[in-house]
């Protein structure tokens, strides 16, 4: 048993001698292995760690609230009064087809109404806007070159989209990053090309609206984001509050519907 053993010993030492750079060659391809398996392991808690503070300092949402006709101010404060939501903003953006002077082309990009408690920007260069006629920029798709040039509305926006504008014009003053993009995905529209090239965030007053596009929400409670826990929270916040959410829609809808109703009746008696 012992000479079985040590002939064993001879012939592995032997092998190993006689052609030592691939057993280094073999011995490096797993040592590389283990080390980018480690190294995975650490750095999926190191990211999550940093978008978890990411979210939680900016104030990310948990729900968002959409309705084909959209959200009247006091529907929004109607949805804050309701149990089981910690913070409510109502959010305004639209879709246009714009020239910016770092493009050659008109493109579309979509416009935001600067939020104020929740999914805060974070200011990567120059300023915030102080006037209506002044915007932000996504600060990854741009440099600091493209602060004070200016972004032009086109014409070739429908008449209901540049209806919605106090400001045909705006210039741009500073770089954010938002919560609301964490890829580089800028998403889909049915405007122009159907594709979003960028974002703005500009203030309220560049917009004469009177309603919301949605409704952003926060639920109570400390919970870690991409865990189990926080998902079976945020459905079952969302199964409690959508039949209240749909009568407070359904009273917009027969709103407008009274509305154009009595508009109809005055002009044919007309």
Same mark, same amino acid.
């Given at each position: 048993?012992v000479?079985?053993?040590?002939?064993?010993?001879?012939?592995?030492?032997?092998?190993?001698?006689?052609?030592?750079?691939?057993?280094?060659?073999?011995?490096?391809?797993?040592a590389l292995?283990?080390?980018?398996?480690?190294?995975?392991?650490?750095?999926?808690?190191?990211?999550?760690?940093?978008?978890?503070?990411?979210?939680?300092?900016q104030?990310?949402?948990?729900?968002r609230?959409?309705?084909?006709?959209?959200?009247?101010?006091?529907?929004v404060?109607?949805?804050?009064?309701?149990?089981g939501?910690?913070?409510?903003?109502?959010?305004?953006?639209?879709?246009?087809?714009a020239?910016s002077?770092?493009?050659?082309?008109a493109?579309?990009?979509r416009?935001?109404?600067?939020?104020?408690?929740?999914?805060?920007?974070?200011?990567?260069?120059?300023?915030?806007?102080?006037?209506?006629?002044?915007c932000?920029? *996504?600060g990854? #798709?741009?440099?600091? $070159? !493209?602060?004070?040039?200016?972004?032009t509305?086109?014409?070739?926006?429908?008449? %209901? &989209?540049?209806?919605?504008?106090?400001?045909?014009?705006?210039?741009?003053?500073?770089?954010?990053?938002?919560?609301l993009?964490? *890829?580089?995905? #800028?998403?889909?529209? $049915? !405007?122009?090309s159907g594709?979003?090239?960028?974002f703005?965030?500009?203030?309220? %007053? &560049?917009?004469?609206i009177?309603?919301?596009?949605?409704?952003?929400?926060?639920?109570?409670g400390?919970?870690q984001?991409?865990?189990?826990?926080?998902?079976?929270?945020?459905?079952?916040?969302?199964?409690?509050?959508?039949?209240?959410?749909e009568?407070?829609?359904? &009273?917009?809808?027969?709103?407008?519907?009274?509305?154009?109703?009595?508009?109809?009746?005055?002009?044919?008696?007309?």
């Amino acid at each position: 048993m012992v000479m079985k053993r040590n002939m064993m010993g001879r012939n592995l030492r032997r092998s190993i001698v006689n052609s030592l750079g691939r057993y280094i060659a073999i011995a490096t391809i797993i040592a590389l292995g283990t080390a980018i398996f480690v190294g995975l392991r650490s750095t999926k808690m190191d990211m999550v760690a940093t978008g978890q503070a990411y979210t939680d300092s900016q104030n990310m949402f948990d729900l968002r609230f959409i309705s084909t006709y959209g959200w009247e101010p006091e529907q929004v404060e109607e949805i804050a009064a309701l149990e089981g939501l910690e913070d409510v903003e109502g959010v305004f953006y639209a879709d246009l087809i714009a020239q910016s002077e770092k493009s050659s082309d008109a493109l579309v990009y979509r416009f935001y109404t600067v939020p104020e408690s929740i999914n805060r920007l974070v200011l990567l260069e120059g300023r915030m806007p102080e006037r209506a006629d002044e915007c932000l920029a *996504d600060g990854f #798709r741009n440099d600091e $070159s !493209v602060i004070g040039t200016k972004v032009t509305v086109s014409q070739e926006n429908s008449d %209901d &989209a540049l209806d919605q504008l106090e400001q045909r014009e705006f210039t741009v003053v500073g770089l954010v990053s938002s919560p609301l993009y964490m *890829d580089t995905n #800028r998403g889909n529209t $049915s !405007v122009g090309s159907g594709s979003i090239a960028n974002f703005f965030f500009v203030p309220a %007053d &560049a917009f004469d609206i009177s309603y919301y596009t949605e409704v952003h929400a926060t639920i109570p409670g400390d919970y870690q984001i991409y865990s189990q826990e926080y998902n079976d929270a945020m459905e079952q916040a969302a199964d409690l509050l959508k039949p209240e959410l749909e009568a407070i829609a359904q &009273a917009r809808v027969d709103s407008i519907r009274q509305d154009a109703m009595e508009e109809y009746e005055d002009g044919l008696a007309d």
